[in-house]
């Protein structure tokens, strides 16, 4: 039976143009959705653009266009954005679209079936850079006057009729939900932050503004438009067709899994499960929360001009080199910092030296002292066979780390193997062997095909582009590329072709 995988990405807010923080999101979903499409799993992988809000409508207003102008140009530069970052998702969620507004408001409908709305009026602070009310005792006051959120983006005074969710029924049973499921949240920081959060106590919350238009509008009250945060969160149920139950999709709900970035992981374990409980609908198996990306030691951001161009790497170092970077970099979870000297020797040591040299040097020695012709497999010496069952286990370790987001241990567990691969080669030295021992050179040549056949299949998700060369180069067919092909061992006599470097090496390191 094939099992059936959903995972998603935040949805990105189209105020500003895509950097290198949303195509990490979005590489970081992208290759877990891979790992689970060549593991022969039923996937579906949704993103999409947040274009709500009053945010947007400022930034719009800001540039002299309507508000679904700007957010069209904006959406289409996400779109963009994945399809240079290699991105395989399955659907792409825009807010403005009618699937979703009809979701949105079938949601919300729900809810207020169920009881858990009511009209009150809001009174209090609200930032709009962080599109979320600001409780008083988390304002911070300055010096000068002004009053920030705790993410420092300013707030204001807002008064307002306002619908309210109940959220302060919900307490008792989403502390019972984290207790009865523990790997609901992900990693422990934030898991520990939100349970203490909701321990603390929950007030009702705002779920809809008067003194804006760029919203949906709330059901049977055109004075209304729905808080930015429903409507987004929403999205989610768009995907698998929601309101309609047997929608093509709907198979694929409840998701398992929500990456989001680390500052929006209360939307997503106390709003968004407690919509969905106040809506009767199941809940997300997961929601797990990845850290920021600073640049060369220093916050992005617009005033220093240090904002990075996903599009701009990519081309300098190589998409698949950006991508295995930004995965290998920081263990998913924890926050990281980006510098040019840290991706130079990446590539440089990892990639060029260590997988590049050690594909290169076998393929070549086929190439040259086999005709490039693949032998069979020989009689199997123990360090043979311990370099090859390290080879069979890698599929279990990485699916083990992959199925708790570990995205990083999973590629730590294909370099132990590169490693061992190498310290192989080195001690077996096949390249003295064709002089003493030619059958011997053909069995230690066809072991060392083998394992890095399975550390290409196995690395494809991360590197799509040169995993699939580093294939070809191993003369696997299309059809052999999923990872369960890896329990069939490959016959001798395929004809390999010409092998080429797949890694070069990046030449400003040695300048520097
Ligand atoms: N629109 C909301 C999400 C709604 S989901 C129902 C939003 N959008 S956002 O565009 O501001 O950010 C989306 C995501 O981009 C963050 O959650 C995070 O995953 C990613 N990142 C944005 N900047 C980042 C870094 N500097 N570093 C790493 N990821 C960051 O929030």
């Known amino acids: 039976m094939m099992r059936r995988f959903t995972i998603t990405t935040p949805i990105f807010y189209v105020n500003g143009a895509p950097h290198i923080g949303h195509a990490y999101t979005s590489i970081a979903c992208d290759v877990v959705a891979r790992f689970h499409r060549l593991n022969g799993d039923d996937v579906l992988f949704v993103t999409g653009t947040d274009e709500h809000g009053q945010k947007v409508e400022q930034s719009a207003i800001a540039q002299g266009l309507a508000p679904q102008e700007f957010a069209d140009k904006v959406s289409a530069q996400f779109r963009q954005m994945q399809k240079e970052m290699a991105v395989s998702s399955d659907d792409f969620v825009r807010t403005t679209e009618e699937r979703h507004k009809k979701a949105a408001r079938a949601l919300w409908e729900k809810v207020a079936e169920n009881g858990h709305i009511y009209l009150g009026a809001y009174e209090g602070w609200y930032s709009t850079r962080d599109e979320a009310f600001i409780g008083e005792d988390e304002v911070k006051l300055h010096a000068d006057g002004t009053r920030t959120a705790p993410s420092g983006a300013p707030v204001e005074w807002v008064r307002e009729p306002s619908y309210f969710f109940k959220l302060s029924e919900f307490q008792d049973r989403l502390l019972k939900f984290y207790e009865e499921n523990p790997d609901f949240i992900g990693p422990m920081g934030p898991k520990r932050e939100i349970e203490a959060f909701v321990r603390q106590g929950l007030r009702d919350l705002s779920v809809s503004r008067t003194s804006f238009k760029w919203g949906i509008e709330v059901?049977?009250?055109?004075?209304?438009?729905?808080?930015?945060?429903?409507?987004?969160?929403?999205?989610?149920?768009?995907?698998?067709?929601?309101?309609?139950?047997?929608?093509?999709?709907?198979?694929?709900?409840?998701?398992?899994?929500?990456?989001?970035?680390?500052?929006?992981?209360?939307?997503?374990?106390?709003?968004?499960?407690?919509?969905?409980?106040?809506?009767?609908?199941?809940?997300?198996?997961?929601?797990?929360?990845?850290?920021?990306?600073?640049?060369?030691?220093?916050?992005?951001?617009?005033?220093?001009?240090?904002?990075?161009?996903?599009?701009?790497?990519?081309?300098?170092?190589?998409?698949?080199?950006?991508?295995?970077?930004?995965?290998?970099?920081?263990?998913?979870?924890?926050?990281?910092?980006?510098?040019?000297?840290?991706?130079?020797?990446?590539?440089?040591?990892?990639?060029?030296?260590?997988?590049?040299?050690?594909?290169?040097?076998?393929?070549?020695?086929?190439?040259?002292?086999?005709?490039?012709?693949?032998?069979?497999?020989?009689?199997?010496?123990?360090?043979?066979?311990?370099?090859?069952?390290?080879?069979?286990?890698?599929?279990?370790?990485?699916?083990?780390?992959?199925?708790?987001l570990a995205i990083s241990d999973a590629l730590e567990e294909v370099w132990k193997l590169i490693r061992a691969a190498n310290a192989y080669i080195d001690h077996q030295a096949p390249w003295a062997l064709k002089k003493t021992d030619q059958k011997r050179m053909s069995d230690v040549l066809r072991v060392l095909y083998d394992v890095i056949r399975s550390i290409a299949t196995m690395l494809q998700p991360y590197m799509p582009d040169t995993m699939s060369k580093m294939l070809d180069q191993l003369a696997i067919l299309e059809n052999e590329r999923e990872f369960a092909s890896l329990k069939v061992i490959i016959p001798g006599g395929r004809h390999l072709p010409k092998p080429q470097g797949l890694f070069p090496r990046f030449i400003e390191e040695e300048k520097a």
């Not at 808080?227 to 768009?238: Q, R, S």
């Not at 850290?291 to 990075?308: A, F, H, Q, Y």
């Not at 060029?352 to 032998?375: C, M, V, W």
Request: net charge negative.
């Open 219 to 404: 059901p049977n009250d055109p004075d209304h438009v729905m808080y930015v945060w429903f409507d987004a969160l929403a999205n989610y149920l768009t995907a698998v067709g929601y309101p309609d139950l047997d929608a093509e999709k709907a198979h694929y709900w409840p998701a398992d899994v929500h990456v989001v970035g680390k500052e929006i992981v209360r939307f997503h374990c106390i709003y968004w499960p407690a919509f969905l409980m106040a809506a009767n609908l199941p809940l997300p198996k997961k929601v797990f929360a990845h850290g920021w990306w600073t640049v060369e030691g220093e916050k992005m951001s617009k005033s220093l001009g240090n904002v990075l161009d996903p599009k701009a790497l990519s081309d300098e170092f190589g998409l698949d080199q950006l991508r295995f970077f930004l995965m290998r970099e920081v263990p998913f979870g924890g926050d990281s910092n980006f510098s040019r000297r840290s991706m130079m020797t990446r590539m440089n040591v990892e990639l060029a030296n260590d997988l590049g040299n050690l594909a290169q040097r076998t393929l070549s020695l086929i190439a040259k002292n086999l005709d490039g012709i693949l032998p069979d497999r020989g009689e199997l010496t123990s360090e043979d066979q311990a370099i090859l069952r390290q080879a069979d286990l890698l599929p279990d370790l990485m699916s083990g780390q992959i199925e708790r």
